[in-house]
């Protein structure tokens, strides 16, 4: 018995001394992809705003918040069915412009 109890001190007196997986140091670093709604070619109107909200994080509805009009119309917008009217254009441009400054 006395063999045992020496066998089994010395296996866990060297399991404390050495790491399970010394060799497991592995950091992946990659950039997030991005959402596949993200436009491929920023060409339109439509295209930037849906960029710049993709990359704010903002929703359809809290860009219509900031702007003061319905979720429907920032959705025509992206989709370049409906042009803004021109009384909203200076509110959309300091919109587009304004967080590209936080960058």
């Known amino acids: 018995m006395a063999c ?3 066998r089994a001190s010395d296996r866990s007196r060297t399991r404390t001394d050495t790491p399970a997986l010394p ?4 950091v ?3 950039e997030k992809p991005r959402d596949s709604a ?11 705003l849906r960029a710049r ?12 918040a900031l702007l003061g ?11 370049n069915r409906v042009k803004p009217r021109r009384g909203l254009m ?14």
């Open 4 to 6: 045992s109890d020496t």
């Open 23 to 26: 060799f497991c140091h592995l």
């Open 28 to 30: 992946i670093k990659a």
């Open 38 to 48: 993200y436009p491929i070619k920023i060409q339109t109107l439509g295209d930037r």
């Open 53 to 64: 909200r993709l990359d704010l994080g903002f929703y359809q509805k809290d860009v219509a």
């Open 69 to 79: 009009v319905t979720e429907d119309s920032v959705c025509y917008w992206e989709n």
């Open 90 to 103: 200076p509110r959309l441009m300091r919109f587009l412009d304004q967080f590209r400054a936080l960058e």
